[in-house]
């Protein structure tokens, strides 16, 4: 059973370390003979002076900064709303939880379609609503673009944040929370004072799988934009795939690979120490 | 409320000529307006699906768009299966996704125990190790495995989807049933042995049984990812008869004509096995994945 694990593990080594061989190897593939030269550290030198690269990091810092905080307050909501077992609830969550199983490029085509900018719902919802007079060019459109990017993003989490709240809240004792509405608590300083602090081990494996799971996202962002329109939704996930299947720089990408890799690490490192509890 | 005079407590209180709206109620019923507020909001683009799939072709394009389909024209789905390649790509995706998770599986689950059993300072590195293999994006996996199988010769085929799969697979599922595992009080096994069974049995016949659930979590966890692939596909197949569904459902998006009663017909036809599949394990989906957010 031990080659198993081993396996196991080996399964992921292997690519990494192919990965780091590359980043520091010419890599490029539409020029085979210089493909495997070693190159040093010429292609991480080359990525901090790109203002592509740069770019791509923004975006994916706003990106997971806005689906996950939103996200996060959503799927809080909905669990908080949700807690008290009924026919009526139970229904609800199961539904709720939909978005979550429909694949991400399927939820990519919907939003495309509803957010066209000639025949999508959403702009006609809008007008009718009153909120625009012009049509919103939103997939055409750096800005509006990013939007729904977000929007279709944030869809998709929310169920995952309810469902890990919900399981979070019942473990809260109830004992506690009685006590502190026999002592006359109101219900917003029982939140405050007992409830949100319990969750908190919930809030760090919510918001850490979410914004590690963004940084990871290409599917349903590209079949969205595609990374555009000029690169405003191309995140670092996108730039390594246009990078290496649209430029076949391969050394390239996978130094901004392994980049990305590290800033995970870093980041998933700094959000457990800030729990005192350990996860294994 | 009661009013207490001198004269005692209920001399003087008047019986009341309304009924007052407790703030209880309000409460209640704006609860219930929020979640219903969130039904319309998560439910919305997948009623849209159905609405479009069912509109008739040359309403499509029409505006203003109808919000509920009067007319209804099913032929989308039929002609879906009939005259585009979808059958072929629903049935690779079918076979790459059963593929890559029988062999995750049997892998994962003796990992998995061995890693749960056999404790050693190394087995929590480990762990924290293939949980990391969560944080790699499958865009900068698919760049060895794409040099891998260009040296293997197995580019643009499906074996190597099935292999490229099982690499995210195996670790994922290998975390989640170590969990499962770390469940299970050693004693039950130790009994077995004491009885006479091997090692092996012992596993076979004790632990796995009780595992059931979890083993059942970690498999549909690992076939939703797998199902709902699009990079790796993108990047290592070209040849249209090797397309999964989430390819070739994209192809649908082509440059001038889009046929989005067809698209949408298609992306339902192509969620429904994992909605379905998800709605009947939901419990047990649910409990592997939030075992580690709540420490119990």
Not at chain 1, 145 to 166: E, G, R, S
Not at chain 1, 218 to 229: A, K, R, W
Not at chain 1, 249 to 256: E, L, N, P, V
Not at chain 2, 98 to 112: C, E, I, Q, R, W
């Amino acid at each position: 059973m031990l080659p198993a694990a081993i396996f196991s593990v080996a399964m992921v080594a292997y690519p990494v370390i192919r990965t780091v061989w590359l980043s520091v190897h010419n890599g490029n593939l539409a020029r085979p003979r210089q493909m495997n030269d070693f190159v040093g550290l010429q292609h991480y030198q080359r990525l901090l002076g790109d203002g592509n690269f740069w770019h791509a990091l923004l975006v994916m810092v706003i990106y997971a900064a806005a689906v996950t905080a939103i996200a996060y307050g959503i799927g809080l909501a909905a669990a908080l709303l949700l807690e008290r077992r009924s026919a009526f609830t139970r229904i609800s969550r199961t539904l709720l939880t939909l978005p979550w199983a429909v694949p991400g490029v399927v939820a990519g085509f919907v939003y495309v379609w509803m957010f066209d900018a000639s025949f999508g719902v959403t702009n006609f919802l809008m007008r009718r609503l009153g909120l625009i007079d012009q049509p919103v060019l939103w997939l055409l459109k750096s800005t509006p673009a990013f939007v729904v990017v977000i929007l279709a993003a944030i869809w998709k989490t929310v169920p995952f944040n309810m469902l890990t709240h919900l399981a979070g809240l019942q473990a809260v004792p109830e004992e506690l929370r009685e006590a502190a509405r026999v002592d006359g608590a109101t219900s917003w300083q029982e939140f405050r004072h007992i409830v949100w602090p319990a969750l908190g081990n919930v809030r760090v494996v919510s918001i850490l799988i979410t914004t590690l799971h963004s940084f990871r996202e290409f599917g349903q962002i590209y079949v969205l934009t595609g990374g555009g329109p000029a690169r405003a939704t191309e995140t670092l996930s996108v730039q390594i795939y246009t990078e290496s299947f649209g430029y076949f720089r391969f050394g390239y990408a996978s130094a901004i690979g392994i980049v990305l890799l590290i800033a995970s690490l870093i980041f998933t490192v700094a959000t457990v120490r800030t729990q005192k509890t350990s996860f294994f | 409320m009661t009013r207490h005079t001198a004269a005692g407590t209920l001399a003087g209180a008047r019986p009341r000529s309304r009924p007052r709206v407790r703030s209880r109620d309000v409460w209640r019923l704006l609860r219930f307006l929020a979640i219903l507020l969130l039904l319309v909001a998560s439910l919305f683009p997948i009623y849209w699906m159905l609405n479009t799939a069912i509109t008739p072709s040359n309403d499509l394009l029409r505006y203003p768009p109808r919000l509920i389909p009067t007319q209804q024209d099913w032929s989308a789905f039929t002609s879906v299966f009939r005259d585009t390649s979808f059958p072929v790509w629903l049935a690779n995706s079918t076979l790459m996704t059963m593929s890559s998770v029988a062999v995750a599986l049997v892998v994962s689950t003796f990992a998995a125990y061995s890693l749960s059993r056999f404790k050693s300072k190394f087995s929590s590195i480990i762990a924290y190790v293939l949980l990391a293999t969560r944080m790699i994006p499958g865009t900068v996996l698919l760049v060895p495995l794409y040099m891998i199988f260009r040296d293997w010769g197995l580019l643009d085929t499906k074996m190597a989807l099935i292999i490229a799969y099982t690499t995210f697979e195996i670790p994922f599922a290998t975390w989640m049933l170590k969990g499962y595992f770390d469940s299970i009080p050693p004693e039950l096994e130790q009994a077995a042995e004491v009885d006479g069974a091997t090692p092996l049995g012992a596993f076979l016949r004790v632990s796995l049984p009780l595992t059931g659930p979890g083993i059942a979590a970690s498999a549909i966890a690992s076939a939703i990812l797998a199902w709902g692939d699009y990079e790796f596909a993108r990047g290592l197949l070209s040849s249209q008869s090797n397309w999964p569904l989430t390819i070739g459902i994209h192809s649908f998006i082509g440059e001038h004509v889009v046929h989005w009663n067809e698209i949408m017909a298609s992306s339902l036809m192509g969620t429904l096995p994992v909605v379905v599949i998800f709605l009947a394990a939901e419990r047990f989906i649910v409990a592997g994945l939030t075992a580690g957010a709540v420490k119990s």
